[in-house]
C-alpha cells in the first residue's frame, strides 16, 4: 500500500520567500546650488529576501547612501517604487512611516549614534520602547542581543566607557532590537581599525543570519563586500553586477 506521505529522503518543494525589500524603477534627483540637476538614482531595481545579504559597492558620491535613505524611507524616490514587507512606502502616511523605519527597518550607520547618557542596555532598549514594548520584554531582548554580539558584561556601561568597536556593536544590536525585517547599513566599521572592523563584520554576518534579517551593506572594502551573498555596484545611477573581481559566496562557483 502507498503511503500518503512522502519518503524522507524525498524532496520537498521549495518555498517562495516573499522579499522583505523591494525597488522597481527608483529614480532621485538633487538640484546643485548652481541649480544643475545631478541625476543620482537612475532606475534602480533590487529585491532582497529574508536573510539575504547583499553589498553595494561604487565611487563616492555615486549614490549609495541615497540608495539607502530611498530604501529605508528616509528619503523618498522622484519616481518608481520601493516596498518594506510588502507595504508600499509611497502610500504610507508620515505616522505610519514612522513605524515603518521603527518596527521593520534597522539602521547602522558609520558613526554609532548611541545617546550618551544612557547605558549600552538602555540604549538597546530604547527603540523598542519607543514601539511600545513593555519595559520587561524590551529589557530581556536587549541583554538577549548583547549577549550576541559579546557584550553582556557591559551593559551597564555608558558609551565613554566603551571602545569604538563596542560602541558599533551595541548600535548594531540597537539596530536589530525589533526584529527589523531589513538591516540597512552604511559603512559600519568606516571608523573602525583593521583588527576591529574584522571582529565587528564577523559579528554582523552571524547576528543578520540568525535574526533572518535581510540586509544591503553599502562598502568601500571589497573584503567585506565580497562576504555577501550578492555584491552589486551603483554605476550611471543603477545597480548592476560587481563582475568577477568581487564575488560574493553564491557567485564564486558560477
Avoid at 538602555?122 to 511600545?132: F, H, R, S, Y
Amino acid at each position: 500500500m502507498s503511503s500518503a506521505f512522502p519518503s524522507a529522503d524525498a524532496a520537498l518543494p521549495a518555498v517562495e520567500v516573499a522579499p522583505s525589500i523591494v525597488a522597481r524603477g527608483v529614480r532621485k534627483s538633487y538640484v546643485g546650488g548652481d541649480g544643475t540637476r545631478l541625476q543620482v538614482l537612475d532606475g534602480v531595481d533590487l529585491e532582497v529576501r529574508p536573510g539575504e545579504m547583499v553589498s553595494v559597492i561604487g565611487q563616492s558620491g555615486s549614490g549609495k547612501s541615497t540608495l539607502l535613505h530611498v530604501l529605508g524611507a528616509l528619503d523618498h524616490a522622484d519616481a518608481g517604487e520601493v516596498f518594506v514587507g510588502g507595504r508600499k512606502i509611497a502610500s504610507l502616511r508620515e505616522e505610519a512611516l514612522a513605524e515603518l523605519r521603527s518596527r521593520n527597518v534597522g539602521f547602522v550607520f558609520q558613526f554609532h549614534h548611541l545617546l550618551r547618557e544612557f547605558t549600552a542596555l538602555e540604549n538597546v532598549m530604547m527603540p523598542q520602547l519607543i514601539a511600545g514594548t513593555a519595559e520587561g520584554d524590551a529589557r530581556r531582548r536587549a541583554e538577549e542581543l548583547l549577549g550576541q554580539i559579546g557584550l553582556a558584561a557591559r551593559a551597564t556601561h555608558k558609551p565613554a566607557q566603551l571602545s569604538g568597536g563596542e560602541q558599533q556593536r551595541v548600535a548594531v544590536a540597537r539596530a536589530l532590537a525589533n526584529r527589523p525585517l531589513a538591516l540597512l547599513a552604511d559603512e559600519p566599521s568606516g571608523n573602525l581599525d583593521p583588527e576591529t572592523s574584522e571582529k565587528l563584520h564577523d559579528m554582523l554576518f552571524a547576528v543578520c543570519r540568525e535574526e533572518g534579517a535581510a540586509m544591503v551593506l553599502v562598502t568601500h572594502d571589497l573584503g567585506l563586500a565580497a562576504r555577501a551573498d550578492r555584491v552589486l555596484r551603483l554605476h550611471g545611477g543603477q545597480l548592476v553586477s560587481a563582475g568577477p573581481e568581487v564575488s560574493g559566496p553564491a557567485q564564486a562557483g558560477e
